[in-house]
């Protein structure tokens, strides 16, 4: 998660322009204040990236282990031969 923020991080601000920066410089922030804002936000969209790319992870990684379940029994069942029969 750190890892791909600071990837993200990295990639978002290779796109700041010193006419972003002009856009975000309101009058009472100095030139700091709206540097500081802006890598604010910059690094909040790095975050929800990273949890995204983390979360679609965990869903592939959760889809392909699936199918193992089954291969999985009951070791009650399977071993002492019973079949599990609804009554009506």
Same mark, same amino acid.
């Given at each position: 998660?750190?890892?791909?923020?600071?990837?993200?991080?990295?990639?978002?601000?290779?796109?700041?322009?010193?006419?972003? %920066?002009?856009?975000?410089?309101?009058?009472? @922030?100095?030139?700091?204040?709206?540097? +500081?804002?802006?890598?604010?936000? =910059?690094? $909040?969209?790095?975050?929800?990236?990273?949890?995204?790319?983390?979360?679609?992870?965990?869903?592939?990684?959760? %889809?392909?282990?699936?199918?193992?379940?089954? @291969?999985?029994?009951?070791?009650?069942? +399977?071993?002492?031969?019973?079949? =599990?029969? $609804?009554?009506?």
């Amino acid at each position: 998660m750190v890892r791909n923020t600071q990837i993200v991080h990295a990639s978002l601000a290779e796109h700041i322009t010193p006419m972003s %920066l002009a856009q975000h410089a309101v009058a009472p @922030l100095s030139a700091a204040m709206a540097t +500081a804002t802006l890598n604010q936000q =910059v690094t $909040a969209q790095a975050t929800m990236i990273a949890y995204l790319d983390d979360f679609y992870l965990m869903l592939l990684l959760t %889809l392909l282990a699936l199918p193992l379940l089954l @291969l999985v029994r009951s070791r009650r069942g +399977a071993r002492a031969g019973v079949k =599990v029969v $609804a009554l009506d």
